[in-house]
């Protein structure tokens, strides 16, 4: 199974994670089944960017990224090339890195 490793964020996982999941799941369901509480405002139905990551490692992994994803990114806070929305990020069998933003563009925290 790949690893995810997630830097260090000052507010969901201060001290940074290491993670197993199967292959076949979203990033998004393998930091919240392991605890670590990302947004998620859409219910990840890939309609907004609260769940936005940066993968420093393993990016090539995650398969292509649709138009829907790609327009949504336009409008993430701290964007860079390498940016995912973690709902469509799939894993394959390749170990990941990944950084949560500081921030999001979710004027209505959910606290999910």
């Known amino acids: 199974m790949p690893i995810i490793k997630i830097l ?3 507010s969901l996982c201060p001290e940074g994670a290491s993670i197993t999941a199967a292959p076949g799941t ?3 369901e393998a930091l919240l089944e392991n605890g670590i509480k990302i947004e998620h405002a859409c219910e990840m139905s890939c309609a907004c960017t609260t769940c936005h ?3 420093r490692q393993g990016l090539a992994s995650l398969g ?3 138009e829907t994803e790609e327009d949504l990114l336009d409008r ?3 964007l860079e090339p390498n940016s995912r929305l973690s709902c469509q990020a799939i894993l394959a069998q390749q170990d990941l890195l990944i950084e949560i933003p500081r921030y999001t563009i979710n004027h ?3 606290n999910h």
Request: net charge negative; aromatic share 6%.
């Open 8 to 10: 260090p964020h000052q």
């Open 26 to 28: 979203s990033v998004c």
């Open 53 to 55: 990551v940066i993968v």
């Open 64 to 66: 292509e990224i649709d």
């Open 76 to 78: 993430a806070w701290g």
């Open 108 to 110: 209505a925290s959910e």
